[in-house]
């Protein structure tokens, strides 16, 4: 039996029960569109997926690139997936027709790209790094620079990275040293060291389009002297055709945990005198334009921690199904056939878990993805500025919250399958190892703590904040009145109510004392804040279940276990938000106060 990559019922039900997929093509970008369109694509990715992608994601992990001082070497199937996923127009897919795209929502963009990491995170990462390139180039780049650049990575001919992490700075960009000299022909030479920089190097493609994060001579220091700039692998002329290899060298690769099919190099730019480089935009801009693609890339590096584990739970729920092992615990008799593990509590025990995460997960991030159809696509000024307020907001909670919890879901697979778990006979101590990249990738999960707290949830005087908890109250009060969800809208109001009273205290702390106290608790306060936002997926989806299952037929087993999960995470999970509140309040200093000689 074929294990799904994803339940399907479960797909329908996110994009067209609990949100409002169907009803896109009312919007003028969307005319051409149906659900039948929707449909299409997303069947195309999954036969895509699951003919090149999926099988070659073990032996991409235990035949990792190699690099011979001259040349990265990668096993055929990589490049083969890679041709089949632009064939079938993934890479412009959101796009406009105009470009070769097919005008795609988001949020079937990223059903699409699900099947992609949930089969074979490493390949995948190669399509999701060149499309997030092209739409920076789209969004800020020169018409000279789109034509030149922009087609041939939504064909597939190109690839793109982004580099902005340094050996001796890691995240905080204010002190990259990368240089950039202007020359008479409006260019730049660019010199540097970047490290990290996933699919720096390789033979996939005809080139590779570096978006590069350098000072211009004379910039001031930190974040607002930083520029943007384009730096090819190989020069490209007035015409289209390659030209000379530029000043861009790689240094060596960097060996993973996880994700090993996904080249990490470092990158030496300007070893031969500068490498040549475009500006994109205006100078000392660089930062703004590259967290277009960084916010684009945290949220799917929250989809793909959430197909790592929704992966682990399909696999592990098949296995749970089919594995005989011990017989329930009032069973006397041994010569009674051994039942299933998944008739052992403990074992429906951490499915529910896994289900909990990743389907609450999956809920959010494609959440994310209609506010950016929204942000796009709106009629109206005000729903399309809402859209953007909730999407800053929840951008480091869609980042961070499934990267932390989805990786608790692969341990858990790990656990029932038990000794095999760790055995590379299965699947699930792969994704385990995959995962375990995603708390530390675009921005490390305590960064986005000091995101939210610091910055996100306080922005324009909290509007962010409050827009969300009124989209809470709202829900909240429709389940209210639905006999399945009146307990479980209770705890969720009641959660929302702190979130909000918490972070008005914190923020007046915050001018009182300084932020170095409160800020030292923001994973603390991430966690709270992705706890209540989890709850309110969950209640969004036991709503739903709740309304369908009198007229369920044989879904009703289905919308039970929505309902099921909702509760686990509600009643089980949810209430942790109390202690957590009563240590962000007393601002705790147990953590802030520790001194480096007492370890």
């Keep these: 039996m074929t294990i799904p990559l994803i339940n399907p019922r479960d797909l329908k039900f996110q994009l067209y029960e609990l949100l409002d997929t169907e009803n896109l093509p009312q ?3 969307f ?4 659900r039948e369109t929707f449909d299409a694509a997303i069947d195309t990715a999954q036969r895509v997926a699951e003919q090149y992608f999926a099988p070659h994601n073990r032996e991409l992990d235990e035949n990792e690139p190699t690099f011979d001082g001259k040349q990265v070497f990668i096993i055929p199937a990589v490049k083969q997936a890679l041709a089949a996923f632009a064939d079938a127009g993934f890479l412009a897919a959101h796009h406009d027709y105009a470009l070769g795209g097919m005008q795609l929502p988001q949020i079937i963009v990223q059903a699409c790209q699900a099947y992609f990491q949930a089969a074979n995170i490493a390949t995948s990462s190669y399509s999701f790094l060149t499309g997030a390139a092209a739409n920076v180039i789209q969004h800020f780049g020169s018409d000279e620079q789109k034509q030149r650049f922009l087609a041939p990575m939504l064909d597939g001919r190109y690839t793109g990275t982004m580099a902005l992490t340094e050996p001796h700075a890691g995240s905080s960009l204010g002190d990259l040293r990368t240089a950039a000299e202007p020359q008479a022909d409006g260019s730049y030479r660019i010199s540097g060291n970047k490290i990290f920089i996933s699919g720096g190097d390789h033979e996939l493609s005809h080139n590779i389009v570096h978006l590069v994060l350098a ?12 520029s943007l700039f384009i730096v090819p692998k190989f020069l490209v002329n007035a015409d289209g055709s390659l030209g000379a290899r530029n000043d861009v060298a790689l240094a060596g690769l960097l060996h993973k945990m996880g994700w090993r099919g996904t080249t990490s190099t470092m990158l030496n730019f300007g070893e031969q005198g500068g490498a040549v480089g475009y500006l994109i935009g205006e100078p000392n801009q660089g930062l703004r334009y590259m967290f277009h693609m960084m916010n684009e890339a945290r949220i799917g590096v929250g989809m793909g921690a959430t197909m790592l584990g929704y992966a682990g739970y399909q696999y592990s729920l098949h296995y749970a199904r089919n594995r005989p092992q011990g017989r329930p615990a009032s069973a006397r008799d041994f010569s009674t056939p051994q039942v299933p593990i998944i008739q052992h509590a403990d074992v429906r025990r951490m499915l529910l878990i896994q289900k909990a995460y990743v389907e609450g997960a999956l809920a959010l991030e494609f959440y994310c993805a209609t506010l950016v159809d929204d942000i796009a696509t709106a009629s109206d000024e005000t729903t399309q500025a809402n859209a953007r307020l909730l999407l800053d907001l929840l951008t480091p909670i869609a980042k961070a919250w499934p990267s ?9 697979a790990i656990q029932i399958l038990g000794g095999y778990g760790f055995t590379r006979d299965y699947p699930v101590e792969q994704y385990y190892r995959d995962n375990r990249l995603n708390p530390i990738h675009e921005g490390t999960n305590g960064i986005q703590a000091l995101d939210l707290l610091g ?8 509007a962010a904040l ?12 429709e389940a209210a009145a639905e006999p399945e969800c009146s307990a479980l809208a209770q705890h969720v109001g009641d959660a929302a109510k702190l979130l909000g009273e918490l972070t008005l205290q914190l923020g007046m702390a915050m001018l009182q004392s300084g932020p170095d106290g409160v800020l030292a ?22 709503l739903v279940a709740a309304k369908a299952l009198p007229h369920a037929g044989s879904d009703a087993d289905f919308y039970r276990g929505k309902l099921q999960a909702a509760r686990y995470y509600i009643e089980w999970e949810l209430p942790e938000i109390q202690h957590q509140a009563n240590l962000l309040r007393g601002k705790s200093d147990v953590c802030l106060t520790m001194q480096d000689g007492w370890f």
């Design 27 to 29: 919007r003028a970008r």
């Design 31 to 34: 005319a051409e569109h149906s």
């Design 215 to 226: 000072r211009i001579k004379g910039a001031a220091a930190g974040v607002k002297g930083i």
């Design 404 to 412: 932390h919890y989805c990786l608790i879901a692969n341990k858990l």
């Design 455 to 462: 910055r996100k949830a306080m922005m324009q005087e909290g």
């Design 466 to 477: 409050k827009l969300l908890l009124q989209r809470i109250g709202a829900t909240v009060a």
């Design 521 to 542: 608790n923001a994973a603390l306060y991430l966690d709270l804040a992705g706890k209540v936002v989890i709850s309110w997926m969950w209640l969004r989806q036991a």
